[in-house]
């Protein structure tokens, strides 16, 4: 059976950390979906200037984490500052983890999952920046390149892609978050 991954996403997302981990999971044979808050394209964000747009397939309105096997979440500072502040998207979020299915987030996306209230013991990583306010929500930062806990798996910045992607990739494939049918 085909697996489906959502990648959430908004104007001003980190461009090498939505297309890395969007061509590693194609590479795998993985159906991959941009899910956002708009309906056709958005706008990425590299070296410090606007940058490529990429198609959106669905509404963050029109999608279930039941449809889905994994959730990646691509940092930006712009991109999950605007994800959290709606609703649909900390449902969403919250969904992946109710159900128990991996979750992967880079950079600065640890502000969406603070915001999904997700991260209360948990041991992560993510952008040196936002390590106080991952920890004053209960998470256990580590400076590590990835770290999994529970099918959660976070990383740093772009340099960790290669980690972070072969890590997505395993907890994906070690098949115990199938598909729940709604």
């Avoid at 490529?52 to 994994?70: P, Q």
């Avoid at 994800?83 to 991996?102: A, H, M, Y």
């Avoid at 952008?127 to 390149?145: C, H, P, R, Y």
């Amino acid at each position: 059976m085909e697996k489906r991954i959502a990648i959430l996403a908004t104007n001003g997302f980190e461009e090498s950390e939505l297309k890395s981990p969007k061509e590693a999971l194609e590479k795998e044979g993985f159906k991959v979906e941009i899910v956002s808050l708009e309906k056709e394209n958005i706008k990425g964000w590299s070296n410090g200037n606007w940058s490529d747009e990429i198609s959106v397939d669905r509404s963050i309105k029109d999608v279930n984490a039941k449809e889905y096997n994994a959730l990646v979440l691509p940092g930006g500072v712009i991109n999950p500052d605007k994800l959290r502040r709606d609703e649909n998207v900390l449902i969403f979020v919250r969904d992946f983890f109710k159900q128990g299915k991996p979750v992967g987030a880079i950079c600065h996306a640890g502000w969406t999952l603070i915001e999904a209230d997700v991260v209360k013991g948990r041991t992560m990583t993510s952008f040196q920046s936002i390590k106080t306010d991952l920890e004053n929500a209960g998470a256990l930062w580590v400076d590590k390149e990835v770290v999994v806990d529970e099918a959660l798996v976070t990383s740093r910045n772009p340099n960790d892609l290669p980690a972070f992607n072969s890590k997505v990739i395993e907890e994906i494939k070690e098949g115990k978050h199938d598909l729940q049918h709604a």
